[in-house]
């Protein structure tokens, strides 16, 4: 987004630059024959910079944005997790269903593989898969 922003200040800043040179240049052409126009110094560096910028322009649309790789997955125990942490850790599990994966972990004992949460009323093979790389199983 601040890309795009950026992109389009740039555009309106090059097209009020075009804007005011050919004003200027209008203006010269009814004082000063063709043979006198000269370009100075300024103009010179004003002319370098838009040609710069027209020419690095299209970099910013190659550049991607950078994706939110910091965000840390942690792990759990799914056999010795309390259901605030369930819920709070895995992806599309609340505290109903977090309360849930404990009801059955103690009553049916703890579970020896990932899979066998879809056993658990409310978990889905969907919602297994979305957490697989979130959950540990940890036999003691």
């Known amino acids: 987004m601040k890309c795009l922003r950026s992109l389009i200040w740039l555009w309106l800043a090059l097209a009020r630059f075009f804007a005011r040179l050919s004003q200027t240049a209008r203006k010269l052409s009814l004082l000063i024959s063709d043979k006198d126009i000269t370009m100075t110094r300024k103009d010179w560096i004003k002319a370098a910079f838009a040609a710069l910028?027209?020419?690095?322009?299209p970099l910013a649309f190659a550049v991607e944005a950078p994706q939110e790789t910091t965000q840390q997955v942690t792990q759990l125990d799914i056999n010795s997790a309390d259901a605030r942490s369930i819920a709070q850790a895995l992806e599309g599990v609340g505290l109903v269903k977090a309360?849930?994966?404990v009801n059955h972990r103690e009553m049916f004992g703890k579970f020896s593989s990932i899979d066998e949460l879809t056993e658990v009323q409310g978990i889905g093979a969907a919602t297994v898969e979305k957490n697989r790389h979130r959950i540990l199983i940890v036999n003691n």
């Open 53 to 57: 910028l027209i020419a690095v322009t």
């Open 99 to 101: 309360q849930e994966i």
